[in-house]
């Protein structure tokens, strides 16, 4: 690939400075006979990507300009095979030098920055999608050249209208990351798609993470139609919903009033609204409230009354991976009051999904230590099947635990209300840090033929 010209020390892009003019050696040939020449040529041909090998030529609508490799730079093309040049001869066809001019447009984001960024710099343009939001995880090197970085991204990538720089702090309890706009639209309201659902959402103020697409699907295809299922850590609903739209009833609960608001407004987005009941309430309390409300909501159609089985959730959903163990606590005598109509060997108690991380070399023991430790009527290793989910730094791994929830447990003689609602983390609510609109009219164009693609 040809590469632009060298802009270091560019602070704000001006894409003027990416010309070049190329100088080609080309053969005029007649038009009847490019197909021809083309074939005797091989290593000759110029053969850059994006360009053509054979022009129009200039001075005649009979002839065309086949293209030299730059390597061939003289008029008397000494350094091509005896092959070409016998076809040359033989036909008399002349050489001419052919100017090709390249512009911004031409090259890649790769090429771009690395002919602006410090020789040697790797170049930092991976990126993750949102909707119309691109997420780059800047490295503290490159800040001084942010914008420009958001500026080519935004630039030359189809579908994308805001560049965002996400920054490592993250708001402790909401879980969503401090990020700032580098270049295009200051519009995070996102819509993505994931698991046949629509899901809307501010990625400024709730926490969304594609990556966690797999982890999603492989627990709703877990659950069966007509279970009962409890989110406990919902977020804007990428577990609840999906799980709704496959029949399950769903109790889905976010802390975050944000999440709060976009889960309900996804649930009427994917028409389950029959099917969730959302709260935004602290994780303890919800499950509390949640197990009652299902029982509550039983009895009103009959269902535990009819029987003497005792029904309730058929899993419970705990992706708080930093502390969702701390809150097993709260798991400890909930059923406590049921144990009569429980203890029938018919009825099995929920199982669990609890998410977390860990930094141990022997991460099952560590975590089975921690929830252990947690529940006070420690469970057997076997009880629990642990399931690595993703790598999230080179030395911290995700993880998902699954466990039935064991009687000893459900049934302690212990009052969950003592537990009480234990705000675990002050919550800190990060401004996000908006920049003045780019290239508006660049940006206008791009939503205009976006138009229909993005109302997924
Ligand atoms: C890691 S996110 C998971 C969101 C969603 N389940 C997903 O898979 O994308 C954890 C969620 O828990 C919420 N959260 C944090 N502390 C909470 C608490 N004490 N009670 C309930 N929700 C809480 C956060 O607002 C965040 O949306």
């Known amino acids: 690939m040809i590469p632009p010209p060298i802009q270091r020390g560019m602070t704000v892009l001006n894409r003027d400075l990416f010309r070049r003019d190329v100088s080609v050696i080309g053969v005029r040939v007649p038009t009847s006979l ?23 030529d200039p001075g ?30 033989t036909e008399g066809l002349g050489v001419v030098k052919h100017s090709i001019e390249l512009k911004y447009d031409y090259w890649g984001v790769d ?11 790797e170049s930092p343009s991976s990126f993750t999608q949102i909707g119309h939001i691109a997420h780059i995880n800047l490295r503290d090197e490159f800040l001084p050249w942010k914008h420009i970085i958001g500026q080519v991204i935004l630039d030359k990538t189809p ?3 805001t560049v965002v720089n996400k920054t490592d702090i993250i708001d402790s309890t909401y879980r969503f990351f401090k990020m700032e706009i580098l270049a295009g639209e200051n519009n995070m309201i996102a819509e993505v798609k994931e698991s ?88 303890r309390d919800f499950i509390k409230k949640a197990v009652q409300d299902l029982e509550n909501s039983l009895n009103v159609v009959g269902e535990t009354k009819a029987s003497s089985e ?88 995700m993880f998902c635990v699954s466990f039935r929830l064991s009687q000893e447990v459900a049934f302690a003689n212990e009052s969950n209300d003592d537990i009480g609602v234990v705000d675990t983390f002050p919550h800190k609510n990060e401004e996000v840090n908006v920049f003045e609109k780019t290239d508006e009219q660049n940006l206008t164009s791009k939503r205009r033929k976006l138009e229909g693609k993005i109302n997924i």
């Open 196 to 283: 046949n659902c629509r899901f809307r959402f501010d990625f400024s103020q709730v926490y969304w993470n594609s990556r966690l697409h797999t982890e999603h699907d492989r627990l709703v295809k877990m659950f069966k139609k007509g279970e009962y299922i409890c989110d406990v850590f919902a977020g804007v609903g990428p577990f609840a919903i999906p799980t709704a739209k496959k029949g399950c009833i769903v109790y889905a609960n976010d802390l975050n009033p944000m999440s709060y608001k976009y889960l309900q407004e996804n649930i009427l987005l994917n028409k389950v609204n029959n099917k969730i009941h959302p709260y935004n309430l602290d994780g």
């Open 34 to 56: 490019t197909a021809k020449f083309l074939k005797v040529l091989n290593k000759e041909l110029f053969n850059q990507p994006k360009l053509r090998n054979v022009v129009e």
């Open 111 to 121: 090429d771009i920055l690395k002919a602006i960024l410090p020789e040697g710099s």
């Open 159 to 161: 579908n994308i209208l």
């Open 310 to 397: 005792f029904r309730t959730f058929n899993h419970f959903i705990m992706n708080l991976p930093a502390t969702a163990i701390e809150f097993l606590d709260v798991f400890k005598g909930l059923y406590k009051d049921k144990e009569s109509s429980i203890k029938n060997p018919h009825v099995d108690l929920p199982m669990i999904h609890c998410h977390c991380f860990s930094k141990s070399v022997t991460p099952e023991t560590e975590i089975i230590e921690r929830i252990n430790s947690i529940i006070t009527y420690p469970m057997q290793a076997d009880k629990f099947k642990i399931h690595f989910v993703r790598k999230v730094a080179p030395n911290k791994d």
């Open 60 to 89: 005649s609508n009979l002839s065309k300009i086949v293209l030299m490799n730059l390597n061939v730079q003289s008029l008397d093309l000494s350094n091509i095979s005896n092959e070409a040049k016998d076809f040359i001869n």
